[in-house]
């Protein structure tokens, strides 16, 4: 086995019916941009209804139907905010949790040493998150995953990880191994993927991918090292 090796996210995700919500981070092939995606899966109605919303540097997650929402709490948030030189991606309303502590002078780890798993028993789905750092024309981000320590949802387990910006290599974390009952959660460090150049062929390769019952949102954004422009790409399969 290559530990070096990456995989494409069609190899990673393609035939697995329930990945749950994902985070991609990794440099584009030629070494000169920033990538980073956003999914979420769902397998309930209260899950699947919903769509991702673009405003300005950041994204909201609102009700695709709002007379269909159940339970708003987990499913209603921003997945990413942007910070000073710091982008922010989570599953989660921790997003703005690592939000208020950069701007109070703390650390994305100090954040999370504050929240846990969500409240979902059984399955208590793990919270992930990922803040990209740029300085100097180049970038590190680090990832983290907060999962339940036992089957009874007593304590939580916090890991963290810490990556340098390599050419055309990723790291993808999500928050299920696949679907069951409680539904298994991610196992082990983020996978190493491959990270084209074209932000259309990265977001067609992972939208493809995904189970087509239960995706239901994705966004992709590339950011230029050097001229700082970024561009997006937004698909809701609720329209």
Known sequence: MNVY??????????????????????????????????????????????????????????????????DPSLIIYSPVKVYENNVIVTNGDQTDTIYDFLADGNTFEQALETREFEPDMPNFTPRISGMITIDEGDFTYKMSILKSADAQGTACSRYTFSYPALSGVGSFIHTYVCDGNPIPTFMGEPERTVIPNDIDEFTNEIWTSLDEDNKVSLYVRYIDLATGEAVSRLINKNK
């Open 5 to 70: 090796e990456s995989k494409t996210m069609g190899e990673l995700v393609a035939g697995n019916s329930y990945v749950g919500r994902g985070i991609v981070i990794g440099k584009s092939l030629d070494g000169t941009k920033v990538a980073f995606a956003y999914f979420i899966m769902g397998r309930s109605e209260n899950s699947k209804n919903r769509i991702f919303q673009e405003e300005g540097s950041d994204v909201t997650i609102y009700p695709f139907d709002e007379s269909k929402v159940e």
